[in-house]
């Protein structure tokens, strides 16, 4: 393997020894020992200078010179890349690089830590490592903590809905099942004593035990059928109960309602079974009612029809005229029947009753 020709400015005679750097390319891939085996450093008979390239025939001393270059060149090739200790790519360019990335991560996660929000309907309290937990509390917004030493406690102080149920006796020792619906929030001045005695969880640790105790408390007081008639008297102690209990833990209670209420299986077949007879006994008593009326209806008419005929034997007693004025009224009647009629009907007199005032008068004659 030769090496590739160097072009030199000053150039080299054919049948001189070339220059030194003849025998070394820019990148230094050739073997020492094939330097070796191309230049003869001694003189010996017994060399043959049968190679490719020129005979190289040098002193003893010549051969620190070619170390010296060699040496020159290989230092070349493995120290391109670097281009002195303080230059670009070098190993402190390259550790002051890391260095800012590092210092910029660190700097970005302080600035995050060192930042929390509150959102709408929530408010904070900061507690400290230091100095425990603060009095402020922290509306709205974006709000700065030292990292580590201070960490941020956001409560939601919008009503929220709770419904417990329970299982409790009436004063008539009747099972009823009642549920209540209560809107519960924390009282916002008061956040940082909800935190130290209650925690975050305050409802779970509250709620279910006080409502339970009012709804049993005052059930009580009431029999089973006035839960139903007396219905909002009950809500209202309810709620009055319910909120004077919560105001002690600081949680106020926006509204408190009964949703559910049921009865057990027995009282509630007895309730209807009441209703019905009690349905029962008004219909009879209507019945009655309606038959002693109808009875009374029945004399009145009675007595209203012989005081009728009474009056009426007075007035023939007193006037014949009278039967002939009726006689009149009942033609008058049978005309205005047989006038409406769509059939055409022809009748005489008598038929009308018309010739009843001539058989009176004859009749009054031959008395």
Known sequence: MSPPPVHH???????????????????????????????????????????????????????????RVFQQQLSKVNGGGSRGPAGRG????????????????GGAMLLNNSLFNVDGGHRAIVYSRVSGVSSRIYNEGTHFVIPWFETPIVYDVRAKPRNVASLTGTKDLQMV?????????PDVAQLPVIYRTLGQDYGERVLPSIVNEVLKSVVAQFNASQLITQREKVSRLIRENLVRRAGGFNI???DVSITFMTFSPEFTNAVEAKQI???DAQRAAFVVDKARQEKQGMVVRAQGEAKSAELIGEAIKKSKDYIELK??????????????????VVLDNEALLLNTLVDARLDGKKK
């Open 90 to 105: 070098g190993p402190a360019g390259m550790f002051a690089g890391l260095g800012g990335l590092i210092l910029l991560g």
């Open 327 to 344: 006689r009149l009224d009942t033609a008058r009647e049978i005309a205005s029947i047989l006038a409406n009629s769509p059939n055409k």
């Open 252 to 254: 106020l209670l926006d």
């Open 9 to 67: 400015s000053g150039g080299w005679q054919k049948g001189s020894p070339p220059p030194i750097e003849q025998y070394f390319a820019p990148d230094a891939t050739y073997c020492w020992w094939d330097f070796i085996s191309k230049v003869d450093i001694i003189h010996s008979p017994q060399h043959s200078h049968t190679s490719t390239h020129p005979t190289m025939n040098r002193g003893p001393n010549e051969f620190q010179r070619y170390a």
């Open 177 to 185: 099942n009642i549920t209540c619906r209560v809107l519960s929030r």
């Open 277 to 279: 007879a009690q349905q």
